[in-house]
């Protein structure tokens, strides 16, 4: 089973990896759940020194004043006996370093590239694993030395700068605070020890470290410090003896460095009762096993959270959805099935399962039968129009029985204008139907995916429904020109018929029809016409339903589809173009998703093994 904190190393090179780290960060709850471990302590206080006696070799950068400018995310992975050091940053993933001069200079050299060569600071991490065999598993987030005056080429509010920094680090529940302080000053004045106080009063999350015993006062000792006396913490002070600047300038190496450590705790009366518990060997050990007891605790919280991260990314990814296949036989496959999908939900807008498919029922409900009710019959009705209209169908021979042909004239006039409503209703259907294509192209995830594919289904579906209205207009309209070419003979057998008494032949042929008469045939004409237009109200529907609706679900993207099997490979490439950014934020959702569903298993095997 492999080791808890190498676990928890995964997951924290998931997060920062793929740009989950840090404020502003997609997913900055998983990485504070985690248990780390953040070095404080004041400029000059021997953080570097400890750091490198924990890790047993150089590669931090020195110099005077302020030298870790960023935080250094160390992660430290235990290997074989044998295998050779090495180490890896995050920002050069396939560059191993074994030469650990060259992991000092890259530190130096990726601080000035965030930072300019100044003495400013940068909260953006440099992360760095180390594997060897000569570590524990361990990760450690060395920050900036907290300093009380800025000094030259640093700004004003450098000091606050860095305090709010390390605060962001220690502030968190789930962080370990190292407090490294200098046992040659007083822990009164000490500045890990202020600022580890004022987020962890109780001590809980807070181990002490004392560097520089070795360089106290003659006749002076560290004993209460390293007791607790002085000042008291849950876990025993751990103090170390660091190389000198002399034995740096020597290049004194670790392991001898490590043994010159362990003989001064053990024959100095004063720490020889102390010395199983001093030295960096210790401090290492201590805070490997004190990581993973503290992981341990948290177990069920970091599964909970890597579960829902887990959810979360596999939701965007289908919210993103499927990569594009490389061949024109794939490409062509996801076109169709896109418009599949988007076809389907089209369909359901029409049949009532989505919104909007009821404002056709509307428009036959309603619209049409006001809009026939709003026709002004009796403009063509009038006596006046009557008497004209059945005058000059008679002709030079006036009619004998009754008058047919005026008869004809005055229903084909009257008819004729019941076109308008057929063909609004016609229009308005369409409008409908044109709606329904957009609010289904926004309700298609994967058309969102591809902005020309999306352009593409919508130009085809809008040239569709165009054809399909022209269509319905032309067989809606000829409906009502069959009701005005020929007339229901039925209707005019049931009515009474008038037999001409003639005239006065020196009469006016218009003094022959007097109002009644007139009166009658109008009341005749508007009987028949109404008689019609229930008829249409009727059959109107059924021709646009048929030509415009039922066409619409059967094949609104059928001369699409043809035409697409005629494209090329390039062509269909262009319809799946999609936004660079969102090709590598899948890409990006994939690689995490891998990371956290390999860690979820590792840490769930390790809860069934407790």
């Known amino acids: 089973m492999e080791n808890l904190i190498s676990l928890v190393n995964k997951i ?65 992975h235990k290997i074989d006996e044998g295998s050779r050091e090495y180490a890896e940053f995050l920002h050069l993933p396939r560059k191993r370093f074994t030469d650990f001069a060259a992991v000092r200079k890259e530190i130096s050299d990726e601080t000035d590239r ?26 450690l987030i060395d920050l900036p030395g907290l300093t009380k005056v800025a000094v030259e080429g640093q700004s004003e509010n450098i000091v606050q700068d860095i305090e709010n920094m390390v605060r962001s680090y220690i502030e968190k529940p789930n962080c370990i605070i190292l ?38 006062d003659k006749g002076t000792d560290a004993v209460d410090m390293l007791e607790g006396k002085s000042y008291r913490l ?31 705790f053990s024959t100095t009366p004063e720490y020889r009762h102390l010395a199983h518990r001093m030295g960096s060997e210790h401090l290492a050990k201590m805070l490997s096993k004190h990581l993973e007891t503290v992981i341990k605790s948290k177990i069920p919280g970091i599964q909970s959270l890597i579960s829902k991260t887990v959810a979360e990314l596999e939701t965007e ?30 369909k359901e807008h029409l049949d009532g399962v989505r919104p909007g498919g009821d404002k056709i029922y509307n428009v036959f409900d309603n619209q049409l039968p006001a809009a026939l009710k709003r026709l002004q019959f009796d403009k063509q009705l009038s006596m006046e129009n009557i008497r004209k209209l059945i005058t000059e169908a008679d002709g030079y021979q006036p009619h004998l029985i009754a008058p ?51 352009v593409e289904v919508t130009n085809a579906a809008t040239e569709s429904l165009e054809r ?10 000829q409906l009502v020109d069959m009701e005005c070419s020929y007339l229901t003979v ?65 094949s609104l993207l059928d001369h699409f589809f043809t035409d697409l099997g005629k494209l090329e490979t390039k062509r269909l490439s262009s319809l799946l173009n999609e936004d660079p950014a969102v090709m590598e934020r899948r890409t990006s959702l994939a690689k995490r998703l891998e990371l956290y569903r390999s860690a979820q298993a590792e840490i769930d095997s390790v809860a069934w093994a407790k």
């Open 12 to 76: 924290q090179r998931a997060c920062t990896a793929l740009g989950d780290y840090g404020e502003g960060s997609a997913l900055p709850t998983l990485w504070d759940s985690l248990p780390a471990i953040a070095v404080v302590g004041g400029q000059s206080s021997g953080k570097s020194s400890v750091l490198e006696s924990i890790v047993g070799k150089d590669f931090l950068p020195r110099g005077s004043g302020i030298v870790t400018r960023r935080p250094l995310v160390l992660q430290l």
């Open 114 to 139: 965030e930072t300019g060569r100044s003495k400013q600071i940068s909260s953006v991490p440099i992360h760095l694993s180390i594997y060897s065999p000569n570590v524990v598993n361990l990760t």
């Open 179 to 216: 407090a490294i302080s200098p046992a040659n000053q007083d822990l009164a004045t000490s500045d890990a020890i202020r600022i580890s106080r004022e987020v962890d009063p109780t001590g809980e999350r807070t181990l002490g470290v004392l560097t520089k015993i070795d360089l106290m």
């Open 234 to 264: 849950k876990f025993p002070w751990v103090g170390v003896v660091n190389r000198s600047q002399a034995d740096i300038n020597k290049n004194v190496d670790m392991i001898a460095a490590r043994r010159r450590e362990r003989e001064y």
């Open 317 to 346: 990814l289908s919210r993103l959805g499927k990569p594009i296949s490389a061949d024109a036989g794939g490409k062509l496959y996801t076109i169709m099935e896109i418009c599949r999908f988007f076809d389907g939900i089209y």
């Open 404 to 454: 047919e042909q005026g008869y004809r004239r005055l229903i084909e006039s009257s008819v004729v204008s019941i076109r308008g409503p057929a063909e609004a209703a016609v229009d308005a259907v369409h409008i409908i139907l044109k709606d329904l294509v957009h609010k289904a192209i926004s309700e298609t995830p994967e058309l969102k995916q591809y902005p020309a594919l999306r």
């Open 468 to 477: 399909m209205r022209e269509q319905s207009k032309k067989a809606t309209l």
């Open 490 to 554: 039925d209707f005019f057998r049931k009515l009474p018929q008038d037999i001409d008494k003639g005239g006065n032949p020196s009469h006016s042929l218009f003094d022959r029809y007097n109002d009644s008469y007139l009166r009658r045939i109008g009341s005749n004409v508007l009987a028949y016409v109404n008689m019609v237009c229930a008829s249409l109200r009727n059959s109107i529907p059924k021709s646009v339903v048929y030509c415009q609706v039922r066409e619409a679900k059967r």
